[in-house]
């Protein structure tokens, strides 16, 4: 299906439960409520934003918009913080976002495995058995730096997590229990409430009202209104708050339904870390089925991903001693070690939310609460690091009264089309998953087909039992297909499946890791930007294929990276460390020309008068040998500016204009999440001081 496709199978309203639900839809969108009030109004024990989830995008939210000197607190529905690893794959547009969190992308690559032991996908008769083919998703560019300052990670979420936590206890926040809160306390900033799950929501013309409930001493319910300027849900894929505000979610549900099973063993760890190191193992034998993820081999920690089938299964059926025969069969010999720590069903889907702001732009949505995509290729987790990396200097620019409120809706505008984007790509990833099954001759369509067909042709006249016996039997009939006998090169149909699959390896067909092209060179067409003709050519479908990124400095993208050198200290950073994480502020990046000091003078003096931070970034060109002076007496008497020198990494790599296609007569305009704003290529024809104040009122009123 292509991306167009997929966007129109949008159009369509998925039913939900809203039992829960405080605010009818119709009444929230016709209050008609005072900007001034709804952001800078309130009682002095309102939380300016309060953050519903405390999975990685949540913490990242309260990490930038503390960062950012946004007052924010915390609430968790779990009394705990889990350690099922969940998601694991950190993408190079979130390593990023992690730099500019004091080391944190620093101390995950300390942590994660060795790449040489996750690199490849491999796909087996069994982990000690025959090796069908091999993928490797690390090409030698992605170790070079060219693109990116950092690398792709691969860490456990739960151990992202802790990390997380960590900073936020080190930014001065804590962790609370119903226990350790006494009484109906106010809750203010820094604070993470665990075991609070939030109920209902009410919204008036001064408040956001979020009503949670507790267990005090294990058994008594009890509830804890919390109020706030904005609330925002990064509360998951069940989201209550978006159930709670009536949002629903449009797209593809129930793709596939699958069990999870986290173990570990060191002995399997330390056998695959020895003879076939991998991050995914993919198994196929007469016995079994299934997607052994390898969160870190040295540690022989896992995830057993198989499918699920109920009715006729049952969660309960995954008891740990079922669990270790399903392992055993899988790894083709028995283990000595294994230890089972838990056992979840999930469902994937494919859905995007129909809108990600309500109440007048004062209750978002974030990450999986927004969108839920099918793990292939690891969307998830960094979409929503993503989207919180675009919303917290919005929420930072109109609570400190930089920008209007109606930024916010710049929110959604710039994040949407990417999550629908995503979802499409996942899918296409997804169905690349699906067909090595399908060339053993498994097609994954058949096997839910059978599924239907048993629940609703046979499920009338046959016993839960006799549909079970009936569901294993065919699938039995299916996996004699994967014999030793009949998977050789030696039987014509055999040998033809083998062929296949290694024409879908050799092609790129499968399953893919990375995609450079998405991870780094998404785009926002509308929004907080000014666009030129750039964007006249709209957005290209997925592939599904591992693209490279392009660098671009169209208005909308990420900003590209260089090194450079710092004039004056002789420091050396990504261009990428020109923009503050600290403060909410604009990076205007120009040559060393008469013409651009002008724009500079007028950029700064418009940007006062907005009350609006901005710096301005000088790039000289490595090819200049002599630099007579800084930039102090062209700039004077403005001290917000830095002179540097770009670092080219052969003396055949292009400058940064031309990575930017343009010239040194251009300007660069850069918001405070590293995105284009506007540009100029080739200097402004008309007055500076007009096209700037034309340039800021766009953005932020």
Request: some cysteine; glycine content about 8%; charged content about 20%.
């Amino acid at each position: 299906m292509g991306f167009l496709g997929f966007f129109r199978r949008f159009n369509g309203l998925q039913k939900f439960d809203a039992t829960l639900r405080a605010i009818p839809v119709g009444y929230v969108q016709s209050r008609c409520l005072s900007n001034s009030k709804l952001f800078h109004g309130g009682k002095e024990t309102m939380v300016p934003v309060l953050i519903v989830g405390a999975g990685p995008v949540g913490l990242v939210l309260a990490i930038l918009l503390t960062k950012l000197g946004v007052k924010c607190a915390v609430v968790e529905k779990n009394r705990s913080f889990s350690k099922h690893p969940q998601a694991h794959f950190i993408n190079n547009r979130s390593m990023e976002v992690f730099r500019k969190l004091d080391g944190l992308a620093e101390e995950i690559q300390l942590h994660q495995p060795p790449v040489e032991s996750w690199r490849k996908f491999i796909y087996c008769t069994s982990l000690n058995g025959t090796i069908l083919g091999s993928v490797d998703h690390m090409q030698p560019q992605d170790f070079e730096h060219i693109t990116s300052p950092v690398s792709v990670a691969h860490f456990s979420q739960y151990k992202l997590n802790r990390l997380l936590l960590k900073q936020l206890q080190n930014l001065g926040f804590q962790v609370c229990t119903p226990e350790s809160l006494e009484g109906p306390c106010v809750v203010r900033e820094k604070k993470i409430l665990l075991g609070h799950e939030c109920v209902s929501i009410d919204a008036t013309d001064e408040t956001i009202t979020m009503t949670a409930s507790y267990l005090k001493e294990g058994t008594h319910i009890k509830r804890r209104n919390i109020s706030c300027n904005v609330l925002v849900g990064a509360d998951g894929a069940g989201s209550s708050v978006r159930r709670l505000v009536g949002i629903e979610m449009k797209g593809e549900n129930d793709l596939q339904k699958l069990v999870s099973v986290h173990f570990f063993s060191r002995e399997l760890g330390e056998y695959l870390l020895k003879e076939r190191p991998g991050m995914l193992y993919f198994v196929f034998n007469t016995e079994a089925i299934g997607v052994l993820v390898a969160h870190d081999l040295k540690q022989g920690e896992f995830i057993l991903q198989v499918p699920f089938y109920p009715p006729q299964q049952n969660i309960g059926d995954f008891c740990p001693k079922m669990c270790e025969e399903l392992i055993f069969k899988l790894v083709g010999q028995n283990l000595c070690d294994i230890d089972v720590q838990d056992v979840k069903p999930w469902i994937m889907h494919a859905e995007v939310a129909e809108k990600f702001i309500c109440c007048q732009s004062r209750v978002l949505l974030a990450g999986d609460a927004a969108h839920r995509f099918p793990p292939a290729g690891g969307f998830g987790m960094n979409t929503g690091i993503q989207d919180v990396h675009n919303l917290a200097w919005k929420l930072a620019a109109v609570l400190q009264d930089i920008a209007s409120p109606s930024i916010l809706n710049t929110y959604e505008m710039e994040r949407r089309p990417i999550a629908l984007f995503n979802t499409a790509l996942s899918v296409k990833n997804f169905k690349a998953a699906m067909e090595v099954p399908a060339a053993l001759g498994l097609d994954p369509k058949i096997a839910n087909s059978v599924h239907r067909v048993v629940n609703h042709g046979l499920g009338s006249i046959l016993s839960s039992s006799q549909q079970s016996a009936v569901l294993d039997g065919i699938f039995k009939i299916g996996r004699l297909q994967l014999s030793d006998s009949f998977l050789n090169d030696g039987n014509p149909v055999g040998s033809s499946r083998l062929a296949k699959l290694r024409q879908i390896f050799d092609e790129g067909k499968s399953l893919q890791l990375q995609f450079p092209a998405e991870d780094l060179g998404f785009r926002y067409s509308e929004g907080a930007i000014i666009p030129d003709d750039s964007l006249l050519g709209g957005r290209e479908e997925p592939t599904g294929r591992r693209r490279q990124y392009v660098p671009s400095a169209d208005p909308g993208s990420r900003l590209p990276h260089m090194n450079v050198r710092v004039l004056a200290s002789e420091e050396i950073f990504s261009t990428l460390d020109l923009v503050s994480g600290d403060v909410v502020q604009f990076l205007l990046i120009i040559g060393p020309r008469p013409e651009s000091y002008c724009l500079a003078h007028a950029t700064l003096k418009v940007a006062e008068e907005f009350k609006i931070s901005v710096r301005v970034c000088i790039l000289w060109s490595a090819d200049t040998t002599k630099i007579q002076s800084s930039s102090k007496e062209e700039l004077t008497p403005w001290k917000n500016y830095i002179d540097v020198q770009e670092i080219r990494q052969w003396s055949t790599s292009p400058s940064w204009w031309d990575v930017c296609q343009m010239t040194d007569k251009g300007a660069i305009l850069v918001r405070p999440d590293e995105h284009i704003a506007w540009r100029v290529k080739s200097g402004i024809s008309g007055d500076p001081n007009t096209e700037l104040t034309r340039v800021f009122t766009t953005l932020l009123k």
